[in-house]
């Protein structure tokens, strides 16, 4: 099994970015997919969810301004992220199952 995020960047606070994760290996239908990121100095966190029955959950801090959603046929998961702030800078990483399955990572900085 294999994720491969992309679409990390540097961006002025304000500016938006979508990530992707394409996943290979195992099929996505029937998984629960997150978007986790790890801020400098801080603890993994998870920033959205999608399960396989629909259910979408958000972190509290991107609530309104970040969008998760997937695309089981081309088995992608993405994260839309709009009106980026300087404390959204981190690693982004994407999961599979809860946790079993991690991608490497795409670094996100939000500055001016």
């Known amino acids: 099994v294999q994720l491969v995020e992309s679409g990390g960047g540097l961006v002025q606070p304000g500016e938006s970015l979508e990530l992707s994760c394409v996943v290979s290996?195992?099929?996505?239908?029937?998984?629960?997919v997150a978007w986790y990121r790890r801020a400098p100095g801080q603890e993994r966190e998870m920033v959205a969810q999608?399960?396989?029955?629909?259910?979408?959950d958000y972190a509290d801090s991107v609530k309104g301004r970040f969008t998760i959603s997937r695309d089981n046929a081309k088995k992608s998961i993405f994260l839309r992220m709009n009106n980026l702030k300087p404390e959204d800078t981190g690693v982004y990483y994407c999961n599979l199952a809860y946790g079993i399955y991690w991608g490497q990572g795409t670094q996100v900085t939000v500055s001016s």
């Open positions: 290996g195992i099929p996505l239908d029937p998984l629960t």
């Open positions: 999608f399960t396989s029955a629909g259910t979408i």
